[in-house]
């Protein structure tokens, strides 16, 4: 590898001719290293490049052992190979990490906020600020600010220097890895932050495009504040707006109407759902009544549309009126469903035992304790069979 690896000297650079210096497996995940490599090891917040190498798809890459490794999907490829980088992956988090350092160094310029973390998220990033709280109106100003030094397209550039011209330098932040020895990688806003980095970014806060901030929340006393830039920030624009057009048609309303709408649906909702419950405690008690009526020592019933809960309501209320009948109650659509059989304190049967019978012949599987048994079925249509399994005493 050579002293600077070619994603660092030109991080536009999307496809190298090299040579397999070493290939391996670490934990199952095949790996090769290469003596040079347009592909970034995840570090510095920012997540690992994704690729090809001889053909072969690179689905990580790690600092490991003073080298980089290119964990494959594949088995390794070896000696001359074209390594070939994922730019649109490679561009998003270009554009996500340049403009944390934007945001950051307008936060600390202006707040006096310092980041205490950074996150680059599958969706949206964040930093951390050792701020306890930031209101609407410093979030505005702060979105605002961010925004004209997109506008005045500064450049950004990276450069290397040694030991004592660093140390006379203002660099922000002076997180050197503990023994760090030699040179020491900037990166430069032109006229806004120079700070250490080894990530890649863009050349020029123009290509950020934009930076929106999406929403605070606490975190250890500090606050983590959200945002997106570049392309990604336009994505998740159009996903927001299909998503808004789609229920916009599904309510039948204007966008400014939409969350009022939605709020009385779901209060209409809450209603229905209150009505039901009523009246379904009404059936069980009806149906209860009519069971208990009805002659003979077994009594069964089926609806096509009720659950579990309702058959133990039914059965629950019959054994109180009839204590001394089996109830056999299913429910279900086709032959899968429930089933629950009840014998009331005078009923002479061995619930556990019958159950079991009955599961098996509605071709399903069940449990209980004492006077009730339930389960699944898969065989509805043969309940007549069991009602007449339970007559003869079974
Ligand atoms: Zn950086």
Excluded at 28 to 53: I, K, N, S
Excluded at 149 to 159: C, H, K, L, N, Q
Excluded at 227 to 251: C, I, K, Q, S
Aim: charged share 25%.
């Amino acid at each position: 590898m050579p002293h600077i690896p070619a994603y660092e000297r030109d991080p536009r650079l999307t496809r190298l001719e090299t040579e397999v210096v070493d290939a391996g497996e670490d934990q199952g995940r095949p790996f090769v290293a290469l003596a040079d490599t347009v592909l970034y090891p995840e570090g510095g917040g920012q997540p690992p490049d994704h690729g090809t190498v001889g053909g072969v798809a690179v689905v990580d890459v790690q600092k490991a052992e003073g080298g980089i490794r290119h964990y494959l999907a594949g088995p390794p490829p070896s000696g001359r190979v074209t390594v070939e980088l994922d730019w649109a992956r490679r561009f998003d988090h270009m554009q996500q990490h340049t403009a944390q350092h934007l945001l950051t160094a307008v936060a600390d310029g202006r707040f006096g906020w310092h980041t205490t973390a950074f996150h680059l998220g599958e969706h949206l990033s964040d930093i951390e600020l050792d701020t306890p709280g930031i209101g609407p109106g410093k979030l505005t100003e702060l979105e605002d600010m961010v925004a004209a030094e997109i506008r005045a397209a500064r450049p950004v550039a990276a450069r290397r220097v040694g030991p004592e011209e660093y140390a006379g330098l203002a660099v922000r932040s002076r997180g050197l890895p503990e023994g760090h020895t030699g040179d020491i990688r900037l990166v430069e806003i032109q006229g806004v932050d120079l700070n250490t980095c080894g990530g890649t970014h863009v050349g020029s806060t123009a290509e950020l495009e934009a930076l929106k901030l999406l929403g605070t929340e606490s975190v250890r006393g500090g606050t983590r504040l959200f945002y997106a830039a570049g392309v990604r920030l336009r994505r998740l624009h159009a996903a927001h707006h299909e998503r808004n057009a789609e229920l916009r048609g599904l309510l039948g309303t204007s966008d400014d109407e939409l969350v009022a709408r939605t709020a009385s649906k779901l209060e209409q909702l809450k209603d229905a759902e209150r009505a039901v419950r009523d009246l379904e405690e009404e059936l069980a008690v009806a149906s209860a009544e009519a069971l208990s009526a009805r002659p003979g020592p077994v009594v069964t019933a089926h609806w096509p549309r009720r659950g579990l809960p309702f058959l133990q309501r039914v059965a629950k209320e019959t054994a109180r009126l009839a204590p001394d009948r089996v109830v056999l109650l299913t429910s279900g659509q086709g032959e899968e469903g429930s089933f629950l059989l009840v014998a009331g304190e005078e009923a002479a049967l061995d619930v556990p035992v019958a159950g079991r019978r009955v599961a098996e012949l509605l071709g399903g599987r069940g449990g209980g304790s004492g006077r009730i048994f339930q389960g699944k079925a898969s065989k509805l249509s043969r309940r007549a069979e069991a009602a007449t399994l339970l007559g003869s005493g079974a």
